[in-house]
T-cell receptor
Framework: DAGVIQSPRHEVTEMGQEVTLRCKPISGHDYLFWYRQTMMRGLELLIYFNNNVPIDDSGMPEDRFSAKMPNASFSTLKIQPSEPRDSAVYFC????????????FGPGTRLTVL | GENVEQHPSTLSVQEGDSAVIKCTYSDSASNYFPWYKQELGKGPQLIIDIRSNVGEKKDQRIAVTLNKTAKHFSLHITETQPEDSAVYFCAASPNQAGTALIFGKGTTLSVSS
C-alpha cells in the first residue's frame, strides 16, 4: 500500500489567494483526519470524517477553512482567502475503524502564505 | 475537554543513555494513550500505545508506563541510538467511539554519538 498520499507537498501563495490541499487515505480506512502543525500550537486536529461524513469540525479555525470528502478515496481542505497566519504544515491521516485506532499520517503539505 | 501536557520540550542525550518523556492528562475518562514519532520531513508514526487496563507495555527498547491515579504516562527509550532522534508526541483520548486524540506539544529528542 502506498500509504496516505497528500498533494501538493509544498505550496507557496500570496495572501488572499485560495489554497486547496488534497488527501487520498489508505484504501479501506473509514476515518480521515486533517491536522495543522505549527511551532507555537503543536499538532491541532482541524476536522475528521467517518465514512465520508464530517463528525467534528470544532477545530476548524474560522469560516475561511472548509473541508470536504466527496468519496472514500479523496478529501480536500480549502482555505479562502488565505492569510500569512495560515502558514503551517497540514497533515492528513486515516485509520481503519474507530477514531482511536492507529492513525496513519501522510507526509504533509507545507503551506507558506506571503 | 481533554488537555495533554508534555515535558520536556527538548531532550539531549548521549548514545546509549536512556531517555524519558512525561505526559499528564486532565480527563479522568481517558483510557487510550498512544505515542507517535515524527522524523524530519515526515508525518508522525505510531510507535507504541497503552490502554488503561495495563500499567506498562514494552516493545524492545521502548516502554510506556501509565499511572491512572496521578493521570500521567511516560515513554522510556533505553540504549538510545542516533536514529532515535526525532520529535515524539504523546496523546490521550477517552476510549469511546466518536472521540478524537488530543496530542501533547511534542518533545524533540537529540541523540548524539
Amino acid at each position: 500500500d502506498a500509504g496516505v498520499i497528500q498533494s501538493p507537498r509544498h505550496e507557496v501563495t500570496e495572501m488572499g489567494q485560495e489554497v486547496t490541499l488534497r488527501c487520498k487515505p489508505i484504501s479501506g480506512h473509514d476515518y480521515l483526519f486533517w491536522y495543522r502543525q505549527t511551532m507555537m500550537r503543536g499538532l491541532e486536529l482541524l476536522i475528521y470524517f467517518n465514512n465520508n461524513v464530517p463528525i467534528d469540525d470544532s477545530g476548524m479555525p474560522e469560516d475561511r477553512f472548509s473541508a470536504k470528502m466527496p468519496n472514500a478515496s479523496f478529501s480536500t481542505l480549502k482555505i479562502q482567502p488565505s492569510e500569512p497566519r495560515d502558514s503551517a504544515v497540514y497533515f492528513c491521516a486515516s485509520s481503519f475503524a474507530t477514531s482511536l485506532d492507529t492513525q496513519y499520517f501522510g507526509p504533509g503539505t507545507r503551506l507558506t502564505v506571503l | 475537554g481533554e488537555n495533554v501536557e508534555q515535558h520536556p520540550s527538548t531532550l539531549s542525550v548521549q548514545e546509549g543513555d536512556s531517555a524519558v518523556i512525561k505526559c499528564t492528562y486532565s480527563d479522568s475518562a481517558s483510557n487510550y494513550f498512544p505515542w507517535y514519532k515524527q522524523e524530519l520531513g515526515k508525518g508522525p508514526q505510531l510507535i507504541i500505545d497503552i490502554r488503561s487496563n495495563v500499567g506498562e507495555k514494552k516493545d524492545q527498547r521502548i516502554a510506556v508506563t501509565l499511572n491512572k491515579t496521578a493521570k500521567h504516562f511516560s515513554l522510556h527509550i533505553t540504549e538510545t541510538q542516533p536514529e532515535d532522534s526525532a520529535v515524539y508526541f504523546c496523546a490521550a483520548s477517552p476510549n469511546q467511539a466518536g472521540t478524537a486524540l488530543i496530542f501533547g506539544k511534542g518533545t524533540t529528542l537529540s541523540v548524539s554519538s
